[in-house]
């Protein structure tokens, strides 16, 4: 039997959970930006869930899988504040799942840059 529980996660219960920052440039927007937000890691710890693929959604019905094993403990983040401001859907947000891509090449591959999924509206598990 598959467990259809269901979390949500508003902006305080976001902002309620340990934070990363840093900042980094990306190649959909110009210069360095300081991105903040839990790390996904933490995410999924708060909501109890656990599995072997995470799914990412974005607004436009986008939605990319990752192997659980990919997350790890800080990386990647989902960002609530670019340059520690909330952010719009026209920025890419209000949440978009961010690596730190100048922090080592492993973060600037083509497979990375797909996880990196804005307008971000849910995250399901499966197992």
């Known amino acids: 039997m598959a467990d259809s529980r269901s979390v949500n996660f508003d902006r305080a219960r976001l902002d309620d959970l340990p934070q990363q920052e840093f900042t980094t440039s990306t190649i959909w927007t110009v210069g360095d930006l300081s991105f ?68 080592d090449p492993s973060y600037r591959t083509e497979a990375v840059y797909a996880l990196s999924i804005w307008q971000l509206t849910d995250v399901r598990v499966s197992r």
Request: glycine share 8%; net charge negative.
């Open 36 to 103: 903040s937000g839990p790390s996904l890691f933490d995410v999924l710890g708060a909501a109890d869930v656990s599995g072997s693929t995470v799914h990412l959604v974005a607004a436009n019905g986008y939605e990319v899988r990752m192997a659980w094993e990919e997350i790890e403990e800080t990386v990647p983040i989902v960002a609530t504040r670019i340059d520690g401001e909330p952010f719009s859907v026209r920025e890419k947000g209000p949440l978009w799942v961010v690596f730190p891509y100048d922090l």
